[in-house]
């Protein structure tokens, strides 16, 4: 048996291991802060602050068992910082403070940020803006924080003073083409509030599936959560089911699920609103209930990308009503927002056209067309909704139904002209306009990247997003609420593969609704999103490297052009030529403009970190 004296001895050398081990944690001096979106004021001076094992933990009017505090706590843990609590403010510490008067320099979720010699100093009018100055925390820590324990991190003097542009930061996921599970939907949250999102639209039911349980019809999900297996096929290329084939992909959430989804939200300062599309899209639906139909029959869940032309309510049987009423009682009961989102994209109208019923309502009315039946629908709904308080959202085709809901907030997609109509019109306008806001597009070249819908939107041509349009006045101005990105989901059959598609876009996305235009700047986005790469690929998050193709303007002087050759990934060496052919490694490097006559052809070829990237491209000058 091993005597006290070697137990001792044993213990002695565990203790001066452990004590070792500790003393060997990294020591890190940060020279710049990349933060994202970028705050609206900051200053970076001379001292330093070291942030080390002996930095403690203070909450001042805010109790370290609230949501927010135990978010803080729960994070920096993860992160191996962990500083200890202690119940009063002294030097060395990091303290964040819920201020006892308003500071309108911050509004509702803004905050103040202090890195000094004697410790970090964080307060805010709200635990939102509390939230938010920790994120700004987080990204001012060494980029591989998640990976490196750290025992030392001494972080540059600064200020920063800051808040939000617009109080709406939206990201739709849509689980309906493919479901994403609870843990994924929570990984899609966390990335939300990395970067200070708010909104969370979930959207839950499609054509290709319906994934909400409602308890009066449980067909829903026992038939329209569920659809032919078709994985290995390309989107719009598999075979149409076979007879009396079983449905098994697919899936959906139950309240339980929901409700920890929006738990784990508020926790974030998200707020979920779910989504549904009604009156066509209802491919589910039918399938689940077929005698809500025109006309009644046999379906099938969708499987692919078509848009059964007759997967439509009918609306003028009593019973459509009935069940929509049901259906968003429960799903209000559900979620803690104060919209849903009811969808009203264009359905045909040909299954009302046909319909004795449809026919009778439409005349009842004395509607001239079929689509304002839709309207009038809209109109029910959002009527039955407001007695709840909730208010109905939708896409801005709703303008094209008749008059809108009184209440009714719009999200627009399809451009400026309707934006401002719609700014009139609604109560309030989210702008999703696709070209800068559809993360289903490619983003780089289609030959080097997963399949995803034909468009282009890169990294760089995010960043130009504007939420407000040119010559708003100062009313429409106002009813801009912010904006939203969108993710469908028709080629992405993977969560990894959505957060592909995702990022690095969203942090442009952030950046263009947080930040005020001045604050914003290409080529200091272009710096800091390197450092957020590592920074995400440390979480385990996927990324696009991003676009090589180059950027290539023009400015005349004189009958000659100088041209200008930039990247979207800095650090890219562009070879190029200007006498047509193929350029090389061996062709001259760009560094500097060039000076060309009108009618040359240019010709380049992009190298990043020793590989050739993309193809040759070339630019009529």
């Given amino acids: 048996m091993m005597n006290n004296v070697c137990r001792t001895r044993l213990l002695l050398i565990a203790l001066i291991l452990l004590a070792v081990l500790a003393s060997c944690g990294k020591k890190v001096q940060i020279s710049e802060y990349s933060i994202i979106p970028e705050p609206e004021y900051i200053v970076q001076k001379g001292r330093s602050y070291e942030l080390s094992s002996s930095t403690r933990l203070c909450f001042s009017n805010i109790g370290r068992n609230t949501s927010t505090a135990k978010y803080i706590t729960n994070t920096l843990r993860r992160m191996h910082v962990r500083p200890a609590f202690i119940g009063n403010p002294d030097k060395d510490c990091i303290l964040f403070t819920l201020n006892d008067t308003i500071n309108p320099e911050l509004g509702d979720e803004g905050y103040l940020l202090q890195v000094l010699p004697e410790g970090i100093f964080i307060s805010a009018n709200s635990e939102a803006g509390l939230l938010y100055a920790f994120e700004t ?60 999102l708010n909104k969370f639209v979930w959207h839950l039911a499609d054509d290709q599936g319906w994934r909400i349980e409602i308890d009066n019809y449980p067909a829903l999900t026992d038939i329209g959560a569920w659809r032919v297996d078709r994985s290995g096929y390309r989107w719009g290329t598999a075979p149409a089911p076979r007879p009396g084939e079983e449905a098994t992909y697919g899936g959906f959430y139950t309240p339980d699920d929901i409700a920890e989804v929006i738990e784990y939200a508020a926790q974030r300062n998200i707020e979920v609103i779910p989504s549904i599309d ?41 019973s459509t009503l009935h069940f929509l009423f049901n259906v968003v009682d429960q799903i209000a009961a559900m979620f803690s927002s104060e919209y849903i989102h009811i969808g009203c994209s264009p359905c045909s109208t040909e299954p009302w056209e046909q319909c004795p019923r449809c026919q009778s309502l439409k005349h009842k009315l004395n509607f001239t067309h079929e689509s304002e039946l839709q309207g009038w629908l809209i109109n029910q709904v959002a009527e039955h909704l407001s007695l709840k308080g909730i208010r109905v959202m939708g896409w801005d085709d709703m303008l094209d139904f008749g008059p809108l809901p009184p209440d009714a907030a719009l999200v627009a997609t399809r451009g400026d002209s309707i934006a401002s109509i719609a700014s009139l019109l609604a109560q309030g306008v989210i702008i999703a306009t696709p070209q800068y806001c559809s993360f289903d597009y490619y983003q780089a070249d289609s030959t080097d990247q997963p399949t995803a819908s034909p468009q282009l939107l890169t990294l760089h041509d995010s960043y130009l997003f504007e939420p407000i349009p040119r010559n708003f006045s100062s009313s429409q101005q106002n009813h801009i609420l912010g904006g939203l990105c969108m993710l469908w989901t028709d080629h992405i059959d993977t969560y990894t593969l959505a957060e592909y598609q995702l990022i690095p876009r969203i942090c442009s996305f952030a950046e263009c609704l947080w930040s005020k235009p001045a604050n914003r700047d290409w080529q200091h986005f272009r710096h800091k999103i390197e450092q957020h790469k590592t920074r995400l690929a440390t979480g385990g998050y996927n990324y696009c490297p991003g676009s090589f193709k180059p950027l290539v303007t023009r400015t005349r002087q004189d009958d000659l052009l100088l041209v200008t050759i930039d990247t979207e990934v800095e650090g890219c060496y562009i070879y190029y030529t200007t006498d047509g052919s193929e350029p090389t490694p061996e062709s001259p490097v760009y560094t500097q403009p060039l000076i060309l006559p009108q009618g040359k052809t240019l010709r380049t070829l992009t190298f990043y970190q020793g590989k050739q990237r993309e193809g040759i491209y070339s630019y009529k000058l």
């Fill in 137 to 196: 925390f987080v990204q001012m820590l060494p980029p591989d924080i998640l990976s490196t324990s750290y025992a030392h991190i001494i972080m540059p003097e600064c200020t920063i003073l800051d808040r939000p542009r617009f109080a709406w930061r939206g990201s739709q996921l849509d689980a309906c083409r493919h479901f994403f599970t609870v843990k994924q939907i929570k990984r899609h949250l966390d990335l939300m509030v990395a970067y200070k």
């Fill in 278 to 318: 009604i009156p066509g899209h209802c491919s589910a639906i039918l399938a689940a209930y077929p005698g809500l139909a025109c006309e009644p029959k046999a379906r099938h869940v969708a499987y692919g990308p078509c848009w059964p032309h007759d997967a439509t309510l009918c609306i003028g049987n009593d």
